[in-house]
């Protein structure tokens, strides 16, 4: 087997051969596959790893500052002199953060697979046109102060992803490119949108817990609040990827809290029915701030971002204002003193999905904790709607016991969900937890009022097993006929005469 440092050698030697005319190739290559881990170098030759790396430095060979460069290249023989039976992605631009998460989510939604990754962040030294004159690898130093002097940290990304037919790589293209741009503007303004919610830090704690590393900016702007009109958002201060030509659209989304505002909350928070394409596919958090400008005028200040991974492991108590409001209103002291039944309030606020936390004011959450710390770990099916603070969408959790979950569970429970709102449904998401109780959290599209404890029967009949409905079919009726399990169980005679001996040895009959 040839190691990893002899194949690189032996694959500079020939890219030598192979452009003796720039010398640059040569250095280029060595850096740009020195990452490539052994399984992948083991599965290719050294002349097709060249000359998928020619061909990305061809592509990228010239590239004006700022520019970002996709294409989609399919090898062709005859062309090419070379063949290889899938196409691949290349990408030369300026490093950013998110970048490589932000461009697999975009070949995900063209439903395109992928098979490997080069990725490697490289010197770059340019002449006055363009042209690639020296490479390097990026070296800590360069990290931390930028090298200037014509060179920049540039990211090459090589990605082999399926055969694509024309009109497949043009889409890949396009949607590849998009979302390299908005990962751009994200991070491009990452710091002024920050800097804008640490100015309003004081009207709430919340908003400095968010600047403090928990929130990933990806958008803001201001928005005029005429009374009785509709928000004016103000152009010039759009920010990340509301600064894109056409994001910000006819109305705000999510719709702007009037009620919140009325009521004198100074910070609204809400989920966007957008999707962001920049870090992960998840829907944006959209934090509102109600304040006045320096003219006294009312304004709501918005920022769209994605929560901080690690608000997901942090106690809803250590969350500024959120804690201290679920603290009084759950009676929830602080001295250390843990009662049984306080200690199942925790650990069911603890458990609670955190972008529901915290669009929930304190009153609602404090009686959805207490519904749920009602079910005391019983073997039963329960469904809880909770609405989102603006817009037709709702939260549906369906609390079922632990016993019965399956691989399949979260789509049956959420196909239930959706048949009974008569909506379609989103974000299906399972939890599992120390309780006897497990949790599928289902979002409704377009909720309206309907008879949860029907749709929580409904639940309780398709995921209990035919074993343990003909079970508590006997406890009910006392000693049954099969036709009484028949009918109270749904299943068929015959099936109930078949399996009859099995039950009686079991003792269940």
Not at 77 to 99: A, E, K, Q, Y
Request: proline share 6%.
């Amino acid at each position: 087997m040839t190691t990893g440092s002899s194949l690189i050698g032996h694959i500079t030697e020939l890219a030598h051969s192979r452009c003796p005319d720039d010398p640059a190739f040569a250095g280029f290559v060595g850096d740009y596959l020195e990452d490539l881990p052994d399984l992948d170098r083991d599965e290719r030759s050294a002349g097709d790893l060249l000359e998928a790396a020619w061909a990305h430095y061809e592509f990228g060979r010239v590239r004006n500052p700022g520019d970002t460069r996709v294409t989609v290249f399919t090898p062709d023989p005859r062309r090419d002199g070379w063949n290889w039976d899938r196409s691949f992605l290349f990408i030369v631009t300026d490093d950013r953060p998110f970048l490589v998460d932000s461009v697999r989510m975009a070949l995900e939604r063209c439903g395109v697979s992928t098979y490997l990754l080069v990725h490697p962040m490289l010197a770059v030294t340019r002449d006055d046109a363009g042209r690639i004159t020296h490479t390097s690898a990026v070296t800590p130093q360069m990290l931390a102060t930028p090298p200037g002097g014509g060179t920049t940290i540039e990211a090459w990304t090589q990605i082999e992803i399926d055969l694509c037919s024309p009109e497949l790589a043009e889409r890949v293209a396009d949607e590849v490119r998009a979302a390299v741009e908005a990962v751009q503007r994200a991070v491009d303004d990452f710091a002024p949108m920050r800097e804008r919610m640490a100015g309003l830090a004081d009207l709430d704690p919340l908003l400095a817990w968010f600047v403090d590393g928990q929130f990933v900016f990806l958008g803001a702007v201001t928005c005029d609040l005429p009374d009785g009109g509709e928000p004016v958002p103000r152009l010039e201060s759009a920010l990340g990827q509301l600064a894109a030509p056409g994001a910000l659209g006819d109305r705000p989304d999510p719709p702007i809290d009037v009620d919140a505002r009325r009521a004198g909350q100074v910070v609204s928070v809400a989920r966007s029915a957008a999707t962001a394409t920049v870090h992960r596919a998840a829907r944006m958090t959209v934090v509102t701030v109600f304040t006045t400008d320096a003219h006294g005028a009312p304004i709501a200040e918005r920022f769209h971002g994605l929560l901080a991974s690690t608000v997901y492991r942090k106690s809803v108590l250590d969350i500024p204002s959120v804690g201290d409001r679920a603290r009084a209103k759950l009676d929830l002291g602080t001295d250390g003193v843990a009662t049984h039944a306080t200690r199942s309030i925790r650990n069911v606020l603890e458990s609670l999905p955190r972008d529901l936390v915290l669009e929930l004011d304190a009153d609602p959450l404090a009686d959805l904790v207490m519904a749920i710390v009602g079910l005391q770990e019983r073997q039963i099916v329960r469904a809880f709607a909770v609405p989102e603070p603006v817009g037709t969408a709702a939260t549906v959790l369906v609390y079922l016991p632990r016993s019965r979950f399956t691989a399949a569970l979260a789509d049956q429970v959420a196909a239930l969900v959706s048949e009974a709102y008569e909506s379609p449904v989103r974000d299906v998401e399972s939890w599992v937890g120390s309780s006897s109780l497990a949790r599928i959290t289902v979002t409704v599209i377009d909720a309206r009022p309907i008879d949860l404890d029907a749709l929580s029967e409904r639940i309780d009949a398709a995921t209990t097993a035919w074993i343990d409905r003909i079970a508590a079919a006997v406890r009910r009726a006392g000693q049954p006929s099969r036709t009484e399990i028949a009918r109270k169980t749904g299943l068929s005679h015959s099936t109930i005469s078949a399996i009859s001996a099995d039950l009686l040895a079991e003792g269940v009959l």
